[in-house]
């Protein structure tokens, strides 16, 4: 396993790994690796001869008085983690190698930047806008043939599902499961910052998303009744920023719930803004069903989700 610090070593070392045939796989992180992200390298060792884990806290993903500056920082735990995983290569770059002097190009995806975390009463799509960036660079570095990244991130992800088909980039993205605590809580690198009190009041987001799944799987399919019947929920949290229902794909709020939806929520619990999302999946009308209204029998197809099932 060795730690490169410059594109042009990353570039020379894959270039040989390519001319051998071998595939490459990227996972890109911000680094202070917990067992989200260490799914994600699994899931990279199994599919690819060469795995990458990139390690770099991205400056132009967070706005202004956010926690660019105290963000967890150990790349020597985070090496030895990656190591343990089976990867062959960590990335971890200063932010001038990434961003040179003079660096003048940002990549905005329109749309699904714009909603939830991206509305501009939060972080605003400025904050995708340096996801956008930062993703498509280390996607050009390293040119990989397979990305991963976690459902975590819901928004993320379909920003950079998005970009990757709209700029035509020769790559897959694999979409990973969420790794969540025993008790539910989605791991994150910011949960390091929640105190005991904190820490359990954290479970209602959890909580809340399960609820809108209970009410889903009980039939309701109206997104304003499900989030009504699962808000109490959060009343633990110190401020609810959104909790609401949206196309997976475009992140645009759904009317009715007639496939599969993702409930995402944003809180805050004391200073540390959380976010978690589960994607809810109606159950198929049975096959018998005859359509009431004009008479077609109801589709029989069940839409695959990559989610969870409720
Ligand atoms: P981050 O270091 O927080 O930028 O995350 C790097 C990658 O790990 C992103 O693709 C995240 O979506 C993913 N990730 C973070 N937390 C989790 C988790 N609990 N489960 C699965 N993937 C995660």
């Known amino acids: 396993m060795r730690t490169l610090r410059h594109v042009a070593d990353l570039r020379a070392e894959l270039a040989q790994a390519r001319r051998n045939g071998e595939s490459v796989g990227l996972v890109p992180t911000m680094g202070a690796l917990h067992d989200g992200h260490l799914a994600l390298i699994d899931r990279a060792r199994a599919e690819n001869d060469v795995v990458v884990v990139s390690v770099f806290v991205n400056p132009t993903q967070f706005r202004p008085g956010e926690d ?112 969540r605590e025993p008790d539910g809580l989605a791991m994150s690198s910011r949960n390091v910052y929640l105190s005991a009190d904190e820490r359990e009041r954290a479970l209602g987001l959890w909580r809340a998303l399960q609820a809108a799944g209970a009410s889903v799987a009980g039939g309701e399919r109206n997104p304003a009744a499900v989030l009504a019947a699962a808000g109490a929920q959060l009343d633990a949290l110190d401020e609810v920023e959104y909790f609401e229902i ?8 759904v009317e009715r719930i007639g496939g599969p939806v993702l409930a995402a929520i944003a809180a805050r619990c004391g200073g540390t803004r959380l976010i978690d999302n589960l994607l809810l999946v109606p159950a198929p009308v049975p096959a018998n069903t005859v359509d009431g209204l004009d008479g077609l029998s109801a589709s029989t197809t069940n839409p695959a989700p990559q989610g969870v099932a409720v």
């Open 246 to 253: 949206v196309d997976p794909a475009t992140m645009q709020p």
């Open 68 to 179: 660019l500056d105290r963000y967890p920082r150990q790349l020597e735990r985070d090496t030895e983690l990656a190591a343990a995983r089976g990867a062959d290569l960590v990335f971890a770059p200063e932010a001038d190698e990434v961003y040179r002097p003079g660096h003048a190009t940002m990549v905005s995806v329109s749309g699904v930047s714009e909603t939830l975390c991206g509305h501009p009463s939060r972080r605003g799509r400025e904050h995708f806008d340096g996801v956008a960036t930062v993703v498509t660079k280390l996607l050009n570095m390293a040119q990989p043939d397979r990305a991963y990244f976690g459902q975590k991130d819901a928004q993320q992800l379909a920003v950079i599902t998005r970009l990757a088909q709209d700029l035509d980039l020769p790559v897959e993205i694999v979409p990973c499961p969420t790794v």
